[in-house]
Structures are given as structure tokens and as C-alpha cells.
Nanobody, 114 residues
Framework: VQLQASGGGLVHPGGSLRLSCAAS????????MAWYRQAPGKEREFVAR???????LYAGSVQGRFIISRDSAKSTLYLQMNSLTPEDTAEYYC?????????WGQGTQVTVSS
């Protein structure tokens, strides 16, 4: 599975941004997809996950502000980010899980600053 993330950029506090992650290859075997992020000097952290059933799971820090989704073909993963704060500034990575194997895309930088 290959993952290509896009959509990052600079946004003001309180603004919104939507990230996309295009998946290719053996996408039918994907169990779930997720977004992670890594801020400078910090560990990579979980942001949100979506299972094949469509059930989402969110980190507490983004619950109620971020929405994870996949298109009907399950080939594109999205992360709608609302009410952004400077604490959301990070490199965002998409992730796919197949059985016990993890696949990562390259990161897309999100910077929240006035």
C-alpha cells in the first residue's frame, strides 16, 4: 500500500483545513486508516482512526473539532480540521493497517499561527 498525504498549509487560529491521503495498491486489505501527527521535539501521536465499518475514533485533544472520513471507494482518507489552535501545529501523517503491518505516508505540514 502506498499513501500520499496532501492539504497542509498555514492557517490562522480558529481556522479550518482539510487533509487528504490517497491510498493505492492493495487497499482492499486495509483494516483501518488513521492520522498521526508529530510536533517539533515531541513524539508522534495518534489523532484519529477510521475502521472499514466507518466507525471513527479520536484523540481527546481533537474530539469535537476534527472529523475523519474515507470516500466510498475507500481510496482516499480525509481529516477535516476545525477550530485550529497553535497546539495543532505539526507534521501530519496518514497511516494504514493491514493485519499486523503498518504503512505510512509522507507527512504534510500544518502550521497554525497568527
Amino acid at each position: 500500500v502506498q499513501l500520499q498525504a496532501s492539504g497542509g498549509g498555514l492557517v490562522h487560529p480558529g481556522g479550518s483545513l482539510r487533509l487528504s491521503c490517497a491510498a493505492s495498491g492493495n487497499i482492499e486489505a486495509i483494516n483501518y486508516m488513521a492520522w498521526y501527527r508529530q510536533a517539533p521535539g515531541k513524539e508522534r501521536e495518534f489523532v484519529a482512526r477510521i475502521y472499514n465499518s466507518g466507525t471513527p475514533l479520536y484523540a481527546g485533544s481533537v474530539q469535537g473539532r476534527f472529523i475523519i472520513s474515507r470516500d466510498s471507494a475507500k481510496s482516499t482518507l480525509y481529516l477535516q480540521m476545525n477550530s485550529l489552535t497553535p497546539e495543532d501545529t505539526a507534521e501530519y501523517y496518514c497511516h494504514a493497517s493491514i493485519v499486523n503491518k503498518s504503512y505510512w505516508g509522507q507527512g504534510t505540514q500544518v502550521t497554525v499561527s497568527s
